[in-house]
């Protein structure tokens, strides 16, 4: 038996074909609100993308991955769809305040380092408009180091940038999602479980699952 290319396993893993069901319900309640510009940071394989672009939202995708981005072109021209595609790091996105009026992040925040996914989220308010709004989907225990993070004069200490053993890891609450997303009106919290068919993925996804639905307050 012939062994799969480096570049078919990875993109078995980044490119699933279904959107997440959030997004699902998000897309066309962009569209009602007349919120049409869209950053999907971590686009991956371009699931998210390509869902947003049938609706005729203007979406610009960023991902790390050069092979992500070049998996989301080949979508787009398949399916004769435009979007805007950059390489990116997501602590430091290249785009000008207030760009944008909806930002997606699914299964992104969660691979941060400690310290990463505040200064993450820090880029998202920056690059939305007042009034815009951001949609997280993020794991929660095991290796997901980022949410160990604390607002200043929570109960339990602020992760400070320290390497954290998985095995001391805890599933995430909504202490650390309000730390997480401060200067944000979270709007609806979400937690489910989750496992993936099979076991595949980091073990961090076998476990808790959070959907966060926040705005850049409009003043």
């Known amino acids: ?42 686009c991956g394989g371009g699931r998210h993308t390509i869902y947003l672009a049938r609706l ?9 991955s050069a092979l992500a981005l070049e998996e989301t072109r080949r979508w787009l021209q398949r399916e004769q769809l435009r979007a805007s595609l950059t390489q990116l790091d997501m602590v430091a996105l290249p785009f000008a305040p207030e ?15 400690p310290g990463e996914a505040r200064r993450a989220v820090e880029e998202v308010w920056r690059v939305l408009r007042p009034g815009g709004l951001f ?36 599933p995430c609450d909504e202490l650390d999602l309000y730390g997480l997303f401060a200067g944000f009106s979270i709007l609806s919290t979400q937690r489910r479980s989750l496992s ?7 073990p961090c996804w076998r476990g808790v699952n959070w959907r966060v639905w926040a705005e850049r307050p409009a003043v």
């Open 1 to 42: 038996m012939a062994r799969s290319q480096p570049w078919q396993e990875a993109r078995t893993w980044f490119t699933p074909e279904e959107p997440d069901r959030t997004v699902r319900h998000w897309g066309p309640l962009l569209l009602r609100s007349g919120r049409r510009r869209v950053l999907d940071v971590g």
């Open 99 to 113: 760009t944008f009026d909806a930002v997606l992040s699914v299964n992104v925040l969660h691979h941060a380092q």
């Open 196 to 202: 993936l068919p099979g076991g595949a993925g980091p």
């Open 135 to 170: 949609l997280a989907v993020l794991a929660g225990p095991r290796d997901c180091r980022c949410l160990l993070e604390r607002p200043l004069g929570a109960v339990c200490p602020v992760c400070k940038g320290t390497a954290v053993a998985s095995d001391s890891a805890r």
């Open 56 to 64: 005729g939202l203007r979406v610009t995708a960023g991902d790390q």
